[in-house]
């Protein structure tokens, strides 16, 4: 529910913005307002989607959240160990996830005059959320159960990207993501696509 309020959020914002700036074509255009939304591949898959804005076609601040997918996760064989045919208590299941909110500053570098292809380096802080079951063995039945257990980390995120405005409006790009903190480093790399007012005409 979290993650399409904010898609939902992202998408209106750019939306507006695009309909309200594309409107003053007379009057010359040194920023832009976009929203992005990327698929990673890394040691978990995840998904990352931001709010963007450009400053003099130099600088960029950008607001983003990445979560990775949840992913099952078992008791370990030493756990199951300690008990005979032992069964989960309820048909829920165990499972891992990893959400990161985090805003990014950097700088833009135009590859040809048309501005077609640039590089953006970019990072800045983020707080993650990590949920990981903990796992309680019930003697009686020979049961377990368990409990998500959820904490909190402040992170460092990098996010260099090559971005390619296919039109004033759509756009692609791909890039590596970095997030480090004291539970995890997380390496990915992801493609996305950009809608909004990406690019001056």
């Known amino acids: 529910m979290k993650t399409l309020l904010i ?4 998408s209106l914002i750019s939306l507006g913005t695009y309909a309200q700036w594309s409107n003053k074509s007379a009057v010359p255009k ?4 976009y929203s992005s939304g990327e698929y990673v591949v890394g040691k978990q898959q995840a998904g990352n989607i931001g709010l963007n804005y450009t400053y003099n076609n130099k600088y960029t601040i950008s607001v983003g959240y990445t979560a990775s997918f949840k992913s099952t996760v078992t008791p370990s064989a030493e756990f199951l160990k300690s008990g005979i045919n032992l069964t989960p ?8 996830n990893t959400e990161n909110l985090h805003m990014m500053v950097g700088r833009i570098f135009d590859l040809n005059q048309k501005r077609s292809i640039r590089i953006i380096v970019q990072g800045g802080p983020g707080i993650s959320t990590f949920r990981e ?3 309680n063995l019930i003697r009686s039945g020979n049961q377990y159960n368990f409990e998500t257990k959820t904490a909190k980390k402040l992170s460092l995120v990098l996010n260099p990207k090559i971005e390619i405005p296919l039109y004033s409006s759509v756009g692609c790009s791909v890039g590596p993501m970095l997030v480090v903190n004291s539970n995890q480093t997380y390496i990915g790399a992801g493609i996305g696509i950009m809608y909004g007012l990406i690019r001056n005409q």
Do not use: R
């Open 7 to 10: 898609i939902t959020v992202f």
């Open 30 to 33: 040194t920023h832009n307002l």
């Open 89 to 96: 208590i309820n048909s829920s299941e165990p499972f891992e």
């Open 133 to 135: 079951p903990e796992f």
